[in-house]
């Protein structure tokens, strides 16, 4: 029997709890508990956006529901202790310009891409503590102590963030081209957690890439005595990976993905879709990781739509991929490569 679920406002995102429950988020602000058998009407709605909702993720090892949305906020709600009306939430994390929120899948990071032309990256991720550590964090007081601390080392600019040793903070910057400011919407994680992948546009429209960043630990900062003033944060790197898009259908968000076993990219490109690897040989990123950031290799590009191609996604099952373009088509293919 096919269960049909009717709303009557833009659905952003939706992420499955378990068998049976899902959410939904959207922009009238709300997200929505659902029981696939009942698709009526929602379990429950769950208020505390002000904004559009745009992302739902599930912290399996928190048990905690996290959504974000055009607000800046990052919320998280016990959907264990949910009742008609609701159910309470918490602000973990605030910050302007947020556009795109991701979980690795072990939930040890959280991942955030902003329209300010950087990623947020919350280390050794504790959801429970994550709003008292970073009660006091400003990403643009961070840009700015960072930048001190590249022109004056000597200079004690109290980086609080890389002492703790939990939900510690980075912020990356490497793009390319590096000298452009970046609006990032689009992000997703690698299956294994090992990078991110981002869909990037400049302020003018005139310019689109997609890019890899690793994102593997570092070893963790020696813990801190009171009053010991702290070296300068030592950075290195993350990009591993960038292509140059079609930049057709500007002012549209387009929805890349991973496929299941993260070996290949699936991106919006113009009327279609293209596939890309980390290397010709489509190997996994751990046995083509490179010194220097290389460009993505285009595996093969299909032409099929009539209209910009906004949004891409693999099966998790089967060898197979589905797109859907502005004009409302959805196109499957069983790609041969």
Same mark, same amino acid.
């Given at each position: 029997?096919?269960?049909?679920?009717?709303?009557? /406002?833009?659905?952003?995102?939706?992420?499955?709890?378990?068998? %049976?429950?899902?959410?939904?988020?959207?922009?009238? /602000?709300?997200?929505?508990?659902?029981?696939? %058998?009942?698709?009526?009407?929602?379990?429950?709605?769950?208020?505390?956006?002000?904004?559009?909702?745009?992302?739902?993720?599930?912290?399996?090892?928190?048990? $905690?529901?996290?959504?974000?949305?055009?607000?800046?906020?990052?919320?998280?709600?016990?959907?264990?202790?949910?009742? +008609?009306?609701?159910?309470?939430? +918490?602000?973990?994390?605030?910050?302007?310009?947020?556009? =795109?929120?991701?979980?690795?899948?072990?939930?040890?990071?959280?991942?955030?891409?902003?329209?300010?032309?950087?990623?947020?990256?919350?280390?050794? $991720? @504790?959801?429970?503590?994550?709003?008292?550590?970073?009660?006091?964090?400003?990403?643009?007081?961070?840009?700015?102590?960072? #930048?001190?601390?590249?022109?004056?080392?000597?200079?004690?600019?109290?980086?609080?963030?890389?002492?703790?040793?939990?939900? =510690?903070?980075?912020?990356?910057?490497?793009?390319?081209?590096?000298?452009?400011?970046?609006?990032?919407?689009?992000? &997703?994680?690698?299956? &294994?957690?090992?990078?991110?992948?981002?869909?990037?546009?400049?302020?003018?429209? @005139?310019?689109?890439?997609?890019?890899?960043? @690793?994102?593997?630990?570092?070893?963790?900062?020696?813990?801190?005595? #009171?009053? &010991?003033?702290?070296?300068?944060?030592?950075?290195?790197?993350?990009?591993? #990976?960038?292509?140059?898009?079609?930049?057709?259908?500007?002012?549209?968000?387009?929805?890349?993905?991973?496929?299941?076993?993260?070996?290949?990219?699936?991106?919006?490109?113009?009327?279609? *879709?293209?596939?890309?690897?980390?290397?010709?040989?489509?190997?996994?990123?751990?046995?083509?990781?490179?010194?220097?950031?290389? &460009?993505?290799?285009?595996?093969?590009? +299909?032409?099929? #739509?009539?209209?910009? *191609?906004?949004?891409?996604?693999?099966?998790?099952?089967? /060898?197979?991929?589905?797109?859907? /373009?502005?004009?409302?088509?959805?196109?499957?293919?069983?790609?041969?490569?």
């Amino acid at each position: 029997m096919l269960h049909l679920l009717t709303v009557t /406002c833009l659905i952003s995102s939706q992420r499955f709890l378990d068998a %049976r429950m899902f959410a939904t988020c959207s922009d009238d /602000c709300s997200v929505s508990l659902w029981d696939l %058998r009942n698709l009526r009407q929602s379990i429950c709605q769950l208020k505390g956006h002000t904004n559009w909702v745009k992302n739902i993720e599930y912290s399996r090892k928190s048990g $905690l529901l996290l959504t974000s949305g055009f607000d800046g906020r990052v919320l998280t709600w016990d959907i264990n202790k949910y009742m +008609e009306d609701g159910c309470s939430h +918490e602000r973990v994390f605030h910050t302007h310009g947020l556009m =795109r929120t991701r979980l690795t899948p072990d939930g040890s990071k959280m991942v955030m891409s902003t329209a300010m032309g950087y990623l947020i990256v919350i280390h050794d $991720l @504790d959801l429970s503590t994550m709003s008292e550590d970073l009660k006091f964090f400003n990403a643009a007081n961070y840009m700015r102590w960072y #930048h001190i601390e590249q022109m004056n080392p000597e200079q004690d600019t109290d980086s609080l963030y890389f002492r703790l040793p939990k939900n =510690r903070v980075e912020i990356v910057t490497d793009f390319v081209p590096t000298e452009n400011y970046w609006y990032i919407t689009s992000l &997703q994680v690698h299956p &294994q957690g090992w990078c991110s992948l981002s869909r990037y546009t400049s302020p003018d429209d @005139d310019s689109e890439w997609t890019c890899v960043h @690793d994102l593997q630990d570092y070893p963790k900062p020696k813990p801190f005595k #009171h009053g &010991q003033k702290m070296p300068p944060h030592q950075t290195r790197p993350r990009l591993t #990976h960038f292509i140059e898009e079609a930049n057709v259908g500007r002012g549209f968000i387009k929805e890349l993905c991973f496929s299941d076993d993260g070996r290949l990219v699936c991106s919006p490109f113009g009327f279609g *879709v293209r596939l890309l690897a980390f290397d010709p040989k489509c190997s996994e990123l751990c046995d083509c990781h490179p010194d220097t950031p290389v &460009q993505l290799y285009e595996v093969k590009t +299909e032409m099929t #739509h009539a209209d910009t *191609v906004l949004t891409t996604k693999f099966s998790p099952i089967h /060898c197979m991929l589905v797109s859907g /373009c502005l004009s409302g088509k959805i196109f499957f293919y069983q790609p041969a490569l």
